[in-house]
């Protein structure tokens, strides 16, 4: 199924990768130059140059883009990426390939998510098609197809071919993503998602600057898949002295509860990675805190996340009217779903909102 010997020895990883392109369809011709769609970015290319992203080009005249590969596919559970209110409990087959286009200095997936843009991030790449990857998610019994592990933005039009495959197949879709959107990424994806983890990395312009993003275009990504309908959770990893200062985390979440007081917010715990290995790690207390200002911003479904059995209330989901424990966690783990089918509390019957079948 899955076939690597494509990958001829002595090649560069630049090389390697762009033997996997094919033209794509993200992109408008201005003058001799080539404008990429694909994430907020919105690279002008003269040939032969290479978006922020470093994977998408311009080539005759028009935008090759990467295709038919992966450097990561496995099936994890559905709260690992994290979605808490889509199919619980289920598997999520999980594909990912090269590259991002931002450089956040303490990204804990940058061994794939930096290649050719730093020397020491690599990844075992794999040719396969799109229908291959529906077959692996039937065979290990997952419910949702998910783009992940590097940014789904700058590989939207493989994405969308495996989530057409996906579909067929029966399987909900969903990507997990920086929010470095524009609408016309939007158009191309949105149709084919049943849901979509927005990384809302801080509140404040410069910081996101600093990791070659923009906090407005990520806002206005937001605000347009919610209005689009699609099911939205929006994760912030609290990294401390970065976007751990409580006015921010008011504005953050304030923000957040603008848009929808359903809109489940994670809030997770950082690590020392990448360049920032001097940081300390969050504390417990430190997400505690920040569960308890998003609760008082307004939103109802708040989680602190991977730091299994420390947190209390905010690893569990509760009814906003009636209070009982609806959903109860232990990490990934569920270890008790009171959610019916239909998504509607199991002891006083008010809708709960999320993706439940």
């Known amino acids: 199924m899955i076939d ?11 090389d390697l990768l762009d033997t996997q392109t094919q033209d794509g369809t993200l992109w408008r011709k201005v003058g001799d130059r080539v404008r990429c769609l694909a994430c907020g970015h919105r690279c002008l290319l003269g040939e032969g140059r290479r978006g922020v992203c470093r994977l998408r080009f311009a080539r005759g005249g028009r935008l090759r883009v990467p295709f038919g590969y992966v450097t990561g596919l496995q099936c994890d559970p559905v709260e690992k990426k994290p979605f808490y209110h889509v199919l619980p409990g289920t598997g999520a087959l999980t594909f990912g390939m090269l590259g991002c286009d931002l450089h956040c200095p303490y990204c804990q997936n940058w061994v794939t998510s930096q290649a050719l843009r730093d020397p020491a991030s690599t990844g075992a790449v794999q040719r396969i098609t799109s229908e291959e990857i529906a077959a692996v998610a039937r065979h290990s019994g997952a419910r949702l197809v998910v783009s992940s592990y590097n940014e789904p933005l700058i590989t ?22 920086n929010g470095n959107a524009t609408p016309e990424v939007l158009d191309l994806l949105a149709p084919l998602l049943t849901a979509c983890k927005i990384d809302l990395k801080g ?32 994760v912030t990893l609290l990294v401390p002295g970065f976007n751990s200062d409580d006015a921010e985390l008011r504005d953050l979440t304030g923000f957040l509860a603008s848009i929808s007081p359903d809109l489940p917010w994670h809030v997770t715990g950082f690590h020392p990675d990448y360049q920032m290995q001097d940081t300390p790690a969050t504390t417990t207390a430190q997400l505690l805190r920040a569960a308890e200002i998003g609760a008082a911003a307004g939103l109802r479904h708040v989680y602190a996340g991977n730091q299994p059995g420390r947190v209390g209330r905010w690893e569990h989901t509760w009814c906003p009217h009636c209070q009982t424990c609806l959903i109860e966690r232990y990490g990934w783990r569920i270890l008790a779903n009171r959610v019916t089918a239909e998504g509607r509390c199991g002891h006083c019957g008010a809708p709960v909102p999320g993706v439940w079948r």
């Open 4 to 14: 690597d010997s494509f990958l001829p020895t002595g090649s560069s990883l630049a």
């Open 156 to 177: 939207a039009e493989w994405g969308a071919a495996v989530f057409r495959a996906a579909r067929s197949g029966g399987f909900g879709c969903a990507i997990v993503s």
């Open 203 to 234: 509140f404040d312009a410069r910081g996101y600057r600093r990791l070659g993003g923009s906090l407005e275009n990520v806002l206005a990504t937001i605000r347009d898949v919610h209005a689009r309908g699609l099911w939205l959770e929006v």
